[in-house]
């Protein structure tokens, strides 16, 4: 098949790159009508042909071509409404003029102003956007967060490799100091504060667009936005009607099928868009076979001037084989499976089963009501709601699943769950073994936000707004599969060790609930302001969020009705920042940012031994940032660089010590364990033509634990000291992002509608992740495994062209070209090498192609 793939591309290449003798000339220039700057690389074609170019860094376009009469030109930019216009050539020049194209969305820019979208040359934050044309490109069948991995100071990998577990880390933090925020709503977890993309995998279907705001960001309400802040715009209601169908392949029998349909807006003010895909294939690694499907609805209401209405729902229900366990490099060589071996899956009845099978769907519904009081107020306000529903399976009673090769329940390197079928069918009324078990995590969040925005004046605008969310978590095991038992004995309900007193040893079947059943609740109320001020040269800001978090815990299994539920906590969090930009001139800007955040613990900070005995000494984790900063813009390069310096102090971690002759051991809190995040980031583009562009990043972190915490007390119940812990942690290089990282990218537009493009990414200072705690002793006080540097190489190729009636894209996408062999995650090991480290390799090479027609 990529053979197949490669001389596909060949074709297209050789029948297309032909030359026609010119004898006439097109020329104009594209303006964007919302901000009035000019459209680069907007598609100037003939229609019907496949003669055409692209409009430059200024918006100008110079077609020439031998072909005369009348002719329909085409301007199309993805985004933004394409203008179809009638020449009639007959030799000589023809002008046509400043274009201006208008969106192609409907009530995109109020949601921008909810969303808090960062300006270029305005918003003083370091920021990446990625276009919509970029995603259709360069996305294929990557995982959503990879589309950001040329992005500076993002390290973005497929982690276990099943669809929809990948991960993302913002200059050094991980997913629960990174806000995630789409069209303006927090979709971080509200007692963990993670993201998990597996709820969001078809998102990239309803994308329209997507920033990161590294560093402070540009958001206005009070997110976790240490690291920085992921926006994502989906879609709103298309403003044209039409529509497309798209259906694609890719490796290991990939296959996907969309659809996108559109009212455009009608002359009442109506507007309808709807579209749906499933997206299906066995995955890259052994057993994560997937099958998913998203669908996103948009109706929209223009009821008059100064009101608009739009309902949008989306959601991606699916269910994937997941490579929970990391494993040593030893385990991928005796497997004869290499990179692709995965410990965690088997054949039962001669199907392919999971022992860790994540299945879930979160829909998301919204609705947005945008006011215009007057010329200089508006209100832009949403409702939502999110109703999560599902978990992820695992195994309970005798562990039989070990990743290890050498496991006996293996036979031919994966489970043998037939046996285990037989073990426990054998043991009749002594119940099953080993079973599988469902961890169920549901939720409902319902949450409103309001931004009021008010022109104080032509150079001041005061922006106020309020968010307010209510979560409440269900998390309870229940039995999945009792592989071949009648029942299965709970060994341990009631809070107490297995035969201990006080414990209550249950016979259960499948759906009954095991191990646990509780709820967390949290309250969110939040306050948030900014004044703006702006000038040609000059725009500058200060804003303030404060927000109280309530959290409650309910254990259903642990304790009587009276007792389940614990008071509720409170804890007040607020950030401020402030920052400026200078415009030198049209091509010079420099700007910088500072900002201060106090934030709430986590929700398992309060409660972190899984019962209700409440933590009273958790406090908030603080973090204090600044960043300078300088842009370039002319036609042949623009850039960016940038210096950051973050200080995390107060990050939660507990510790535990066992006094000598003991059964019982004793937990505390570990207070001061910082660490500073700093470094530099550049990026740029370069335009030699209007046919072909460079773009690059180089990223270079420097992230270590910044001290040693040492003869922290540990107090047992009668608050008497037990022992000490130390932690000797400065000068250690943090974890689990590559420090160092790069990216060359050239595109091409060939001829007509084909454009080709290639990318290459390297990864480097790569420390593999540990448990900071662990470094208790001077001597333990090293860094971890530096994994080997590795560089990656990705080919794409889109053409457009007519079908009949219709207009057609190809798209094609090679990712890791070379194939080249490299480890993705680690774990240290015991003596910080790769003898000992467990280990998630990356993907080989995949591939994908794709038609799409539009109608």
């Given at each position: 098949m990529k053979?197949?793939?490669?001389?596909?591309?060949?074709?297209?290449?050789?029948?297309?790159?032909?030359?026609?003798?010119?004898?006439?000339?097109?020329?104009?220039?594209?303006?964007?009508?919302?901000?009035?700057?000019?459209?680069?690389?907007?598609?100037?074609?003939?229609?019907?042909?496949?003669v055409g170019t692209t409009s430059d860094f200024d918006g100008n376009f110079t077609l020439k071509t031998s072909k005369t009469g009348t002719v329909t030109i085409d301007i199309s930019f993805v985004g933004l409404q394409t203008i179809e216009i009638d020449v009639t050539l007959n030799g000589g020049t023809k002008d046509l003029g400043e274009q201006t194209m208008e969106s192609d969305a409907i009530g995109l820019a109020e949601v921008e102003v909810v969303a808090s979208v960062a300006v270029d040359r305005k918003t003083p934050v370091a920021v990446s956007s990625i276009k919509p044309e970029v995603l259709e490109e360069k996305l294929g069948s990557q995982e959503f967060p990879e589309i950001l991995k040329s992005t500076p100071g993002v390290y973005a990998t497929k982690a276990g490799g099943g669809y929809g577990d990948s991960r993302i880390n913002l200059r050094g933090f991980s997913s629960e100091n990174v806000a995630v925020m789409i069209n303006g709503v927090p979709v971080n977890d509200m007692e963990n504060g993670q993201v998990y993309w597996s709820n969001w995998a078809g998102l990239s279907d309803v994308t329209r667009s997507m920033q990161v705001q590294r560093g402070l960001g540009a958001s206005k309400v009070a997110v976790p936005s240490v690291g920085g802040t992921i926006n994502i715009l989906t879609k709103t209601t298309d403003a044209q009607k039409?529509?497309?169908?798209?259906y694609g392949i890719g490796n290991n029998g990939y296959n996907k099928l969309s659809f996108t349909a559109s009212t455009g807006q009608t002359e009442n003010g109506w507007a309808v868009t709807l579209s749906g895909a499933k997206t299906t294939g066995n995955g890259f690694v052994d057993g994560t076979s997937f099958i998913g499907y998203s669908y996103f609805a948009n109706i929209s209401k223009q009821i008059n001037a100064s009101h608009q209405l739009s309902f949008t729902a989306f959601g991606a229900p699916q269910w994937h084989g997941q490579r929970r366990n990391k494993m040593n490099l030893s385990e991928y060589e005796a497997s004869g499976r290499g990179i692709r071996y995965n410990g965690d899956w088997g054949y039962k009845n001669g199907q392919e089963y999971h022992v860790n099978r994540n299945y879930y769907h979160k829909p998301q519904i919204s609705l947005n009501w945008f006011w215009n009081i007057n010329d200089k107020m508006d209100?832009?306000?949403?409702?939502?709601?999110?109703?999560?529903?599902?978990?992820?399976?695992?195994?309970?009673?005798?562990?039989?699943?070990?990743?290890?090769?050498?496991?006996?329940?293996?036979?031919?390197?994966?489970?043998?769950?037939?046996?285990?079928?037989?073990?426990?069918?054998?043991?009749?009324?002594?119940?099953?073994?080993?079973?599988?078990r469902n961890s169920v995590n549901n939720h409902s969040w319902y949450g409103g936000l309001s931004t009021l925005t008010t022109e104080l004046s032509e150079k001041l605008i005061l922006t106020t707004g309020l968010d307010i969310r209510y979560y409440e978590g269900n998390h309870y095991r229940e039995v999945g599969d009792l592989l071949g038992g009648q029942f299965y004995f709970d060994p341990a309900v009631g809070g107490a060790e297995p035969g201990a007193e006080g414990s209550v040893r249950r016979a259960v079947k499948v759906g009954d609930k095991i191990q646990y059943n509780n709820d967390g609740n949290v309250w969110w109320q939040g306050v948030n302001a900014q004044l703006e001020y702006s000038n040609d040269q000059l725009s500058a800001f200060v804003s303030a969020s404060a927000s109280n978090q309530s959290f409650r815990r309910i254990d259903y299994f642990q304790?009587?009705?009276?007792?389940?539920?614990?008071?509720?906590?409170?804890?007040?969090?607020?950030?401020?920042?402030?920052?400026?930009?200078?415009?030198?001139?049209?091509?010079?800007?420099?700007?910088?940012?500072?900002?201060?955040f106090s934030r709430q613990p986590f929700f398992n900070s309060v409660w972190p031994t899984f019962d209700n005995n409440t933590n009273k000494g958790v406090v908030n984790e603080k973090a204090m940032s600044f960043e300078v900063g300088y842009g370039y813009r002319s036609k042949l390069i623009s850039g960016n660089i940038n210096v950051y310096h973050t200080t995390w102090k107060d990050k939660f971690y507990r510790a535990s010590v066992r006094p000598d002759g003991s059964s019982v051991s004793f937990s505390a809190n570990i207070p001061g364990i910082d660490a500073v995040h700093m470094g530099v980031e550049v990026d740029f583009v370069i335009r030699p033509n209007d046919k072909f562009n460079i773009t690059g990043?180089?990223?270079?972190?420097?992230?270590?634990?910044?001290?040693?915490?040492?003869?922290?007390?540990?107090?047992?119940?009668?608050q008497q000291v037990v022992g000490t812990v130390d932690v000797y942690a400065k000068g250690i290089h943090v974890g689990d992002a590559a420090q160092t990282t790069a990216a060359i990218g050239v595109n091409y537009m060939v001829i007509g509608g084909l454009k080709v493009g290639a990318d290459w990414n390297l990864y480097d200072r790569l420390f593999a992740d540990f448990n900071v705690t662990s470094l208790n002793t001077p001597e333990s006080s090293v860094d971890s495994w530096i994994v080997p540097t590795y560089n990656l190489f990705d080919l794409n190729a889109s053409y457009k062209f007519p079908m009949g009636p219709f207009n057609a894209t190809f798209l094609a996408k090679v990712n890791n070209v070379f194939n080249i062999e490299y480890v993705s995650d680690a774990f240290d090991g015991s003596t910080h090498d790769f003898q000992t480290a467990q280990v998630f390799y990356g993907a080989g090479t995949t591939w994908s192609t794709s038609l799409k027609v539009q109608f």
């Open positions: 053979k197949a793939l490669l001389l596909l591309l060949c074709t297209i290449f050789c029948s297309l790159t032909y030359a026609q003798e010119a004898s006439s000339i097109i020329k104009g220039t594209v303006i964007e009508k919302e901000t009035g700057q000019p459209v680069i690389g907007a598609s100037v074609v003939i229609k019907g042909t496949t039409g529509g497309n169908i798209m209100l832009a306000t949403v409702l939502y709601a999110s109703f999560g529903r599902g978990g992820g399976s695992g195994s309970a009673g005798v562990d039989k699943f070990s990743p290890t090769f050498s496991n006996p329940y293996r036979r031919d390197g994966v489970i043998d769950f037939d046996r285990i079928v037989d073990e426990n069918a054998a043991r009749g009324r002594q119940g099953s073994e080993t079973i599988l304790y009587i009705p009276e007792n389940q539920a614990t008071d509720w906590e409170n804890f007040f969090g607020f950030n401020i920042k402030g920052g400026a930009n200078y415009n030198i001139d049209e091509k010079h800007n420099v700007f910088a940012n500072a900002g201060y990043m180089l990223s270079i972190g420097d992230w270590k634990w910044d001290k040693n915490v040492t003869d922290v007390p540990i107090l047992d119940d009668t």
